[in-house]
């Protein structure tokens, strides 16, 4: 069965709108955290933020914040006020408690900015 | 630029060569990870060192090895290539776990022909 699903292969979103990034996990340890890559076309995979499973509050960094609903195992990412440089691939990935070693990855969203 | 230093950028090889890929970790960070990125099977973990010594294993062929050198930088070998190892190689460093993620390189692109 799929650990982490993204629903969203790709997305198109207007500049300066708010975008949503669905991300769906699966496990039954209760201490695992959640993250977010971001990979634009020239292939570096770049840290976006991190969430715990323990953390009460949702995590936020600049324009990203993780929409953390523990009970839906949903981890959305949401990108305030888009910009043309957040096109890239988007993805979420998880480690579980008992794996202090390994993210385990979803297949990613393709989200490209429309001017 | 990340910290984490990865060459070459781009390798062209022909099949059934022998490649080696090379990873400098981020100052202070004992391990360090390996990832292939294909487009068929996504990001899949090949190998964690810690400190020197192999600490998890992932879908690693065993036409791969890898290891990690007493100044922790880490070489990943590939033999025997096969046009199915055309990917994307990264490798990623921590501090010790991946508690909270890690920091990837820029990756080698690694195109068998």
């Known amino acids: 069965a799929q650990k982490i699903t993204q629903t969203q292969p790709g997305m198109f979103v207007q500049e300066k709108e708010a975008v949503t990034l669905d991300c769906t996990y699966d496990?039954?340890?209760?201490?695992?955290?959640l993250f977010w890559y971001k990979q634009p076309s020239s292939g570096e995979m770049i840290f976006l933020i991190y969430q715990g499973s323990y953390d009460q509050q949702n995590a936020t960094e600049g324009r990203y914040s993780l929409n953390f609903q523990k009970a839906r195992k949903s981890a959305n990412l949401v990108i305030s006020a888009s910009q043309l440089g957040d096109s890239a691939m988007y993805f979420c990935a998880m480690r579980e408690g008992h794996s202090n070693y390994q993210l385990i990855w979803g297949a990613g969203t393709k989200l490209i900015i429309k001017p | 630029d990340s910290g984490v230093t990865q060459t070459p950028k781009h390798l062209i090889t022909a099949t059934g060569q022998r490649v080696t890929l090379r990873c400098s970790p981020r100052?202070?960070?004992?391990?360090v990870y390996w990832y292939q990125q294909s487009l068929d099977q996504g990001l899949q973990f090949l190998i964690q060192y810690y400190n020197g010594e192999e600490r998890a294993k992932g879908n690693i062929l065993e036409r791969f090895s890898a290891q990690q050198f007493p100044d922790l930088h880490s070489e990943l070998n590939l033999s025997s290539l096969e046009l199915g190892d055309s990917a994307l190689y990264f490798c990623?460093?921590?501090?010790?776990?991946?508690?909270?993620?890690?920091?990837f390189g820029s990756g080698t692109r690694l195109t068998v022909v």
């Open positions: 990623a460093s921590s501090p010790e776990t991946a508690s909270y993620g890690y920091t």
């Open positions: 100052s202070g960070d004992l391990s």
């Open positions: 496990t039954s340890d209760p201490s695992y955290g």
